[in-house]
């Protein structure tokens, strides 16, 4: 297998784009990394996304925005994986060039959500759920998340305040990220003030509606100096699933595709968990960031918001996460999210993340979550040294 | 790269299967594949899909169906490239097998289309054209295939008649296929008289709407003996692209995807048309199986039409194409035609394609539309010599 790099990154704002189109937005994040990368042509572009088809009516959606960023003619898929759609992208492009089919492949997370009301989006992003045995009942999938934070903080009896660190954290950093969706911190008393979503669940327990695209450019690493950006070296790339439907887990309380996926790419990686500089995690709610620390090894069972409490999730802290405002700050456009977090994740290596750098970054992880756990999607960047 | 082979193949009935779910169809197909290749379990599972999410408003499809098929755990995305996601899986599935990543796979390909009325399948097919610049003047998809065929038939001055050959010959081949949704032969005089669907293109110019699920295993070649199945090895796997829009196209008469997938598959390959031994082609439309005559090599521009008159494309013509019916008799279940067409070719080259068998088959030609020829995939087959 060859091994992969990263030599272009290139992300929209994250927000409301009333004024482009899904295509414009996917086209101008993938010219973006061809230019970081220095190059204008590749053979290949995969893309990740959830909703084109039930929110814009486009499939077929990678060819199109092949063709708008000029690259006619190329091997175009779409990946889709739920929530994990971006990272899922990035998957088939590095097996496209591992498997030396290709070797200068662009991928690209994109989404737009907010062309329509909230409602439609609600009732699009409920498709990650099960949709004969869960959606059938009206259950919005916020409140799949807010069930399984009120069964967390039953089992381990752990105050809704306890969770304040993660969105105070995610929001302190998106303040300095000028492509996140929120620029503003916020503090412990807005935290406890603010409106219910779906009890437990508030606010800012919750990632918003928005808009997005991010991309990056793969080629073998052998070749990574040939170009004009700082390569940054695929250490792993590992998927792993579980049942969909809450109900149909023998623990809802532990998320075992975020275990089983982890696991295997810090196999591949060579490291373990008290390796990992930072961890760009799936805090869509923070109940799943709670989960996601327990699941790949860095907290014990029921004690995920403690590392919040301790202040180790900081940039500065034993393992900072979220950095530069992760889904609740930067934002969650579903499908683009795991592509933000990997081109976030190339900034902190490359220690171009300005105000929130972390301090050496040596091994960044990122982890794409489809529905509430029933994907998982975990990759490994170590800078280049050769 | 490691070289793959196909050791299993599984089908469902192609029809209108009101009773079966979506996952359910998927899973038969997947664990029919499973058995025919004698194993009870895989490393990953890619689906074909194009529609779950508008028609059946379920996303993360390729986590269901894997859990549905008892493989929980394992690694699962689903593909999307609008009538062409078939093809896109089994892509996805040769990389990950050529480059290591994973030594078994299942990729699958399903659709469900029946359960809705007529009007909203339509509604969904068209999100595989340009929603922003076709699709939004209210344009159904197949008019978009009546206009291509209006237009050739005025610039080459070919009549509606010329077309019948392809119905024909995918009716009589369909007739012999026990998966087949139509197992009836037409005559010339009922082409004739078809009703119009939108003019020229008549009823048995068109694919009809329906369910089914189709699936192979895969593994790398050197490894295909210890399998139960008969092994085809996979030649070459290509994938290219087009603008999306007709209009957007240089000359909408030459469908340059299929062209250059074509081209890139031959080269991989090291073969030329003229070897080819039979051509599953993507014939949705009676226009696009001599547009895709055509722009594959086989036949000189304008005249596509007249192999069929001529009789070349039957069983035991110089080409034999949609030998088990093709997508208008054994039907076009979108998702899921691209795997269909590959486990009928896998058929053909084990020697076990029944009364359809063609004679002395050795080279297979497999290839997948997206769109009215937006993105076209072509694998060519092999039968496994040592």
Redesign the interface.
């Given at each position: 297998?060859?091994q992969v790099s990263i030599i272009g990154i290139g992300q929209t704002e994250v927000g409301e784009h009333w004024d482009v189109?899904l295509?414009d937005l996917g086209a101008r994040a993938v010219t973006a990394a061809l230019h970081d990368a220095g190059i204008e042509q590749a053979d290949?572009l995969y893309v990740g996304n959830?909703?084109?088809?039930?929110l814009?009516?486009?499939?077929?959606?990678?060819?199109?925005i092949?063709?708008w960023a000029g690259l006619?003619?190329?091997?175009?898929?779409?990946?889709?994986?739920?929530c994990a759609s971006g990272a899922?992208a990035l998957?088939?492009g590095i097996?496209?060039v591992?498997?030396?089919?290709h070797d200068l492949v662009v991928v690209c997370g994109v989404e737009k959500m907010t062309d329509l009301d909230g409602s439609e989006a609600s009732a699009?992003l409920?498709?990650?759920a099960?949709?004969?045995y869960e959606?059938i009942h009206g259950v919005p999938f916020v409140s799949l998340n807010a069930m399984l934070m009120r069964r967390y903080m039953h089992e381990y009896g752990v105050p809704h305040e306890a969770f304040a660190g993660f969105p105070l954290t995610a929001h302190a950093n998106g303040a300095r990220n000028p492509h996140a969706m929120f620029q503003k911190a916020i503090d412990h008393e807005t935290f406890l003030q603010a409106r219910m979503i779906a009890d437990p669940v508030n606010l800012f327990d919750s990632a918003p509606i928005c808009d997005g695209a991010a991309a990056v450019v793969l080629c073998p690493a052998e070749r990574a100096r040939e170009f004009a950006g700082q390569p940054v070296r695929v250490a792993a790339?590992?998927?792993?699933?579980?049942?969909?439907a809450l109900h149909?887990r023998q623990d809802p309380l532990f998320l075992?595709?975020l275990n089983?996926s982890a696991g295997r790419a810090y196999q591949q990686a060579g490291i373990g968990p008290e390796q990992v500089s930072f961890f760009e995690l799936h805090d869509a709610f923070s109940i799943i960031a709670a989960l996601s620390l327990e699941a790949c090894g860095f907290a014990p069972r029921g004690k995920g918001t403690e590392m919040a409490v301790r202040g180790e999730i900081g940039l500065h802290g034993r393992l900072p996460i979220s950095t530069m405002g992760g889904l609740k700050a930067r934002g969650h456009p579903v499908g683009a999210t795991g592509m933000y977090q990997v081109v976030e994740a190339v900034l902190q290596l490359r220690g171009l993340a300005g105000a929130n750098q972390v301090p050496n970054a040596r091994w960044g992880m990122t982890q794409n979550i489809?529905?509430v756990g029933?994907?998982a999607i975990t990759h490994i960047f170590e800078k280049q040294k050769d």
């Open positions: 297998m060859r189109s295509r290949a959830m909703l084109s088809g039930t814009g009516s486009q499939e077929q959606l990678a060819t199109l092949a063709d006619r003619g190329i091997e175009a898929i779409k990946a889709e994986a739920a899922a998957r088939l097996m496209a591992a498997s030396g089919a699009a409920m498709t990650a099960d949709a004969e959606a790339s590992a998927v792993a699933t579980d049942a969909v149909d075992s595709a089983l489809g529905g029933g994907t």
